[in-house]
């Protein structure tokens, strides 16, 4: 199986910065596109950011040059550079990844993160 474990989460004031990692582990043949995806209380969950296997980057209009998202591939993890936070940016953020394990022939999966709580308040 796989397993996604983000870190990084917490209480800033606003204008400030959070980095969330998300690592992957497990029986992982390989990782194809990655990204974080967050849900406010009473809201649905939205795309926040998606990085692509070849380092392509999509993001919500939201966090455009606010946030970056990376990935190591060689640790098997993303990160979220959260800069110039807003109390709108206040949520649950959750890692997403498409993997492709030792035993799915080819097939990726997708495969979440247990999330990370930020919240942006003075």
């Known amino acids: 199986q796989v397993q996604l474990v983000e870190s990084g989460g917490g209480l800033v004031q606003p204008g400030g910065s959070l980095r969330l990692s998300c690592a992957a582990s497990?029986?992982?043949?390989?990782?194809?596109?990655m990204g974080w995806y967050r849900q406010a209380p009473g809201k649905q969950r939205e795309l926040v950011a998606r990085?692509?296997?070849?380092?392509?980057?999509n993001y919500a209009d939201s966090v455009k040059g606010r946030f970056t998202i990376s990935r190591d591939n060689a640790k098997n993890t993303v990160y979220l550079q959260m800069n110039s936070l807003e109390p709108e940016d206040t949520a649950a953020y959750y890692c997403?990844?498409?993997?492709?394990?030792?035993?799915?022939?080819?097939?990726?999966?997708?495969?979440w993160g247990q999330g990370t709580q930020v919240a942006v308040s003075s």
């Open positions: 997403n990844a498409a993997v492709q394990t030792t035993r799915s022939f080819g097939v990726y999966y997708s495969y």
């Open positions: 497990g029986s992982i043949f390989s990782i194809g596109d």
């Open positions: 990085i692509f296997l070849g380092g392509t980057t």
